[in-house]
Structure formats: structure tokens, C-alpha cells
């Protein structure tokens, strides 16, 4: 059995063993509310569904960490056996008291079937995972095994295959000792050859380096400059931004004091006129009344368009509002 296998029968364990645990609780919260409504107040009846969410609970954290701890080979001692046995038993003793104090057999036996199906389940399910375990520990050691096997054989095909080359050098050195003379010189040639090789690279080197270096510090110009063309422009814009910006200040203030200066208003002035005077008024910090007699409408009018400007968002809306 490969490790696909393994994790295969792994996946159809977990999933039979999570479809029995869930439908055990739902059926064992179905049994036992109704008993545990009957034996509480009528006031709290509403808890009774708590006891049994609260042992299979319990149920849920025996199956879960009982798979994780025997699937790292890990035991948990004899506590987690307890608790796991505990949680058992009150799960059948839940679900059949009900049938049991009416001393109906029939439904002690059916009501026991999810509970005890659960308790072997989940002890059947961690022998299962501690087996699977060893199995895959064992699998893993054979593997280890062979691979040891297979690097042994390499290393001693590798050792022979030196054996042999170490012969072969020999055999060579041994037939090449009237030529090393030739060979020396040959080699001082190609030394020379090579040093010279070598000293024109480190000249090369040194001229790619110094053309880099003039390269790095051009852009480097460059990239100043911009950053500096960049920088000038940004100002420029501000500025022109400035001066705009004051221009229209200047021609909303000329504008706002020409709508003061007009003297009071000889009737009711067009909603929107009346409104452009309220807001120059406000703006400049007239008082209500003033702004009144300006644009000819009411003193309560002009105080929720004062209100509007000072709290656009609900203030003003609702003083409008009360002024109608």
C-alpha cells in the first residue's frame, strides 16, 4: 500500500467517523430536550437543549484530538480515556432515561443504538488511527531502508569507478614518464597563456567597471536634474494655484460686500437672491436681522439658512424645516 492509499483510507475514516459523530448529536439533542424540558422549570425551559450540546461537546473533543494525537503516535494517558468512556455513558444514559423511567424497553433499546454506536465508533476509529500510524511508520522505515540500500550500492559503484580511475592514472603516469619534460614545458606555456588570458580580463574588468561607474554617476545627473525641473515646477504650479485661489477669495469678498451694500430690501426678494445675500451675511458675520431687512424675508427663514450654514448636515435641514 502506497501513501495515496494511506491517506485515501485516512480521509474515508475521518469523514464515516465525523457522519456518525454529527448524526449521534442530533439525534441525542432530539432525545434528551424533551426530557430535559419535562424535569426544568417551566421558566428555564428554555436551557434544555444545553446539556446535551454541552456532553457532545465533549464527545466532539475526545474524537478530535483522539485522531491527532494518534496520528502523531502520541497518547494522552488515562484522562482522556476517562473522558471519552464518561461522556460515553452520559450520552446513553441520556438518551435512554426517558424510555427507561417509562420502563419501555423497546425504546431503551432504540434510543441506545446512536449512543453506543458512537462510543464504539469513536474507539474503534482511534484503533484505527493508531494502527494506520504504525503502518505508515513502518512504510516510512522501509523506505528509509531501501533508500539507505540504493546510497550504499551507489557509493560502492562510485568507490570503484575511483579504484579504477586511480589504476588508469597510474597505468598513464607510468607509460608519460619519458614525455614530462615536453609536458612541463607545455604547461608553463599555457600557464603563461592563461595568467596573460587573466591579466587582459582583469583590464577589461576594470574598464566595464569605470564605464559603469560613469554611467551610474550620469544618470545620477540626470535623475538630480529632473528631480530638480520637477521640484521647480511643482512650486511653479503651487503658486499659480496661491494666486488663483486668493483671486477668487478676493472676487467672492468683493462680490459678498456688494450684496451688502444694496441697503434693505424694499419687499421679498427672489428665493434665490434672498439666499446668495443670507449666505454673503453669514459669511460675513452679519447679524440675522440685519440679513432680514437685506433680502426682505423673515427673521426665521434667515435663521435656518444661518443654521444650514453652520451645520449643513442636520441642523439647518431641520430649522428649515420649523421655519415653514
Known sequence: MNGVQ???????????????????????????????????????????????????????????????????????GAWPVALRWMTGVMTLALNTADSALRKDLVGVAVHAVAPLLLIVTAETGLAYRRAITAAVTALEERQQAERGRREQATRERADAVLLRQREEREHTAMLAREQREHEARLAWEAGEREERHRREEREQQVAREQDARAERERREHDREQREREEREREQRVAQQAQSTLREREERARRERVALLQRGPAAGKLPEDEARAITAAAFTEGMAVRAAAELCGWSVGWVSARYAEHRDPDNGGAALAIASR
Open 6 to 76: 494511506i491517506r485515501s483510507a485516512e480521509r474515508a475514516l475521518s469523514v464515516g467517523t465525523w457522519l456518525i459523530v454529527a448524526g449521534a448529536m442530533l439525534y441525542s439533542i432530539l432525545t434528551v430536550t424533551p426530557l430535559m424540558a419535562a424535569h426544568t422549570p417551566a421558566q428555564w425551559s428554555w436551557t434544555a437543549p444545553i446539556l446535551p450540546l454541552v456532553v457532545d461537546a465533549a464527545v466532539v473533543i475526545c474524537v478530535r484530538l483522539d485522531s491527532v494525537l494518534a496520528r502523531l503516535g502520541g497518547h494522552g
